[in-house]
């Protein structure tokens, strides 16, 4: 798989739905999170491209701006991944199998590529805003402080969730490619940004007033997403071993899920069921 990053598997997909099922909550109530998560990001991405329509003094291009901030792209990302989860949920819940292990296998692996920006990117948002671009002074409207919790404190929240309470399994650690060339197609906005609309979305971009730290910025980035990738797959590892090793905690399964809901009891981690989950994930795609 090292040799090619590009290469899909042949295993079987996810066998026992690790992806929609979760070892605390139902999978109705993991729908209903997931749905809700979806909801509040899209309701909060809406109603800021809306407000700064109206209320900034350069109306819509202020909206139209905001698809150049990593935070703004990153935030989007979680309402469409906790849209898809939801449905996958959803249809799992009804019917037990999930629409998910219908899909032709590129799609189950983009997917799995996905999640692993879900449980890794918010965190480099948060992280970057809180300690390097939050002023220290706190917001004198109740907007400005709403949208920047949202985007910048939630979503970590959201993250965490999908790192705790999921049966998913660890991210294989060939997805740290992937994590790094997305960060660099999105450093490549930034400047197409700059030289299109005449403005750095970051200000420790711009070479002019940062000079050669500008290098040190997108270096120390990129090594704080491997750090950050690493805590995540050892959340994920810790989570499933305090879980389904020490507590017995294999997993609620779907009332449809004759297999699954009998012999959950036979999977243990880094059993069959693991294995045949994390080899094909061992890519960017399964």
Not at 153 to 177: C, D, G, K, Q, Y
Not at 184 to 191: D, E, F, G, N, T
Not at 235 to 245: A, D, F, I, P
């Amino acid at each position: 798989m090292a040799r090619n990053p590009f290469k899909f598997g042949t295993d079987l997909w996810d066998p026992t739905y690790r992806f929609e099922t979760s070892w605390l909550i139902s999978p109705w109530a993991l729908f209903f999170c997931r749905a809700l998560f979806s909801l509040y990001a899209f309701t909060t991405l809406v109603f800021v491209l809306a407000w700064q329509c109206v209320n900034d003094t350069t109306h819509c291009l202020a909206s139209q701006e905001q698809f150049s901030y990593f935070t703004s792209l990153t935030y989007w990302g979680l309402g469409f991944y906790f849209l898809f989860a939801a449905l996958h949920t959803f249809t799992y819940a009804r019917t037990g199998r999930p629409l998910l292990a219908r899909f032709p296998r590129p799609l189950q692996a983009l997917h799995s590529a996905f999640h692993t920006t879900i449980i890794v990117y918010p965190f480099v948002v948060t992280i970057v805003y809180w300690g390097r671009l939050y002023s220290g002074t706190w917001y004198t409207t109740s907007y400005q402080g709403w949208s920047n919790i949202s985007q910048h404190a939630l979503n970590s929240v959201f993250a965490f969730f999908e790192i705790v309470v999921p049966r998913t399994s660890p991210p294989p650690a060939l997805h740290m490619l992937w994590l790094i060339v997305v960060l660099a197609l999105y450093l490549a906005v930034a400047y197409i940004t700059k030289a299109h609309r005449g403005f750095y979305p970051y200000d420790f971009l711009n070479p002019a007033t940062e000079g050669a730290y500008v290098a040190a910025y997108v270096f120390g980035i990129a090594v704080g997403c491997i750090v950050l990738f690493g805590v995540a797959w050892g959340l994920v590892k810790l989570r499933q071993y305090v879980t389904e090793t020490r507590l017995g905690k294999h997993g609620k399964f779907s009332a449809a899920d004759g297999v699954n809901r009998h012999h959950h009891d036979k999977e243990k981690p880094g059993s069959a069921g693991d294995v045949e989950q994390a080899k094909p994930l061992a890519s960017l795609a399964p």
